[in-house]
């Protein structure tokens, strides 16, 4: 088992800036590919961002490329999605995600673990 803990959500203008950061433990985090996802009211869940555990790569949504950033330290079982220029839009439910398996997917359904989320609201 893997158990997330999201922080760093809250309110911000647009054109803000705000990180997130998701704490991980029960496995060894260094073997998790690591994700974030959100969830805006009245929407599906999508991926925002990505990282692998093996070779380092990442993936972002069209929508959050150039301004968001991932990032993981293997040393605090850390995961962190730094997010710049924010726009009203970017407002939903943050999650952040863990799988332990070989390939690294983007469907929801192919992550293993959830944390709680976080809330980001941007204003305009």
């Known amino acids: 088992q893997v158990q997330l803990v999201e922080s760093g959500g809250g309110l911000v203008q647009a054109g803000g800036s705000l990180r997130l950061s998701c704490a991980a433990s029960?496995?060894?985090?260094?073997?998790?590919?690591m994700g974030w996802f959100r969830q805006a009211p009245g929407k599906e869940r999508d991926i925002v961002a990505a990282?692998?555990?093996?070779?380092?790569?990442?993936f972002y949504a069209d929508s959050v490329k150039g301004r968001f950033t991932i990032s993981r330290d293997n040393a605090k079982n850390t995961v962190y999605l730094q997010m710049n220029s924010l726009k009203p839009g970017d407002t939903a439910v943050y999650y952040c995600?863990?799988?332990?398996?070989?390939?690294?997917?983007?469907?929801?359904?192919?992550?293993?673990?959830w944390g709680q989320g976080t809330q980001v609201t941007v204003s305009s």
């Open positions: 995600a863990a799988d332990s398996g070989d390939v690294m997917y983007t469907a929801e359904g192919a992550w293993d673990y």
């Open positions: 990282i692998s555990w093996i070779s380092g790569a990442t």
């Open positions: 029960g496995r060894t985090f260094r073997t998790l590919h």
